[in-house]
């Protein structure tokens, strides 16, 4: 069990350094309310990080 739980914190660690280092600051605010969010079962919270992470990735097309 503590080697799964080690596994999803690298995991996490390296979602969030893959973030941080493609979408800088924002991407990492984005994610961070998306977590939240999910953790704290608020949808209005959850849709406000979803929504800055999908602008990140959708701005250049737009």
């Known amino acids: 069990m503590p080697a799964l739980y080690l596994l999803s914190a690298i995991f996490v660690v390296g ?10 600051a924002t991407g990492i605010i984005g994610l961070l309310l998306l977590t939240i969010g999910v953790k704290a079962k608020s949808p209005a919270i959850s849709s ?3 929504v800055v992470l999908a ?7 737009l």
Do not use: D, F, R, S
Request: proline share 5%; aromatic share 10%; hydrophobic share 50%.
């Open 48 to 50: 406000i990080g979803a």
């Open 55 to 61: 602008l990140l990735v959708a701005g250049p097309a």
């Open 15 to 24: 979602v969030e350094q893959t973030v941080q280092w493609k979408y800088g």
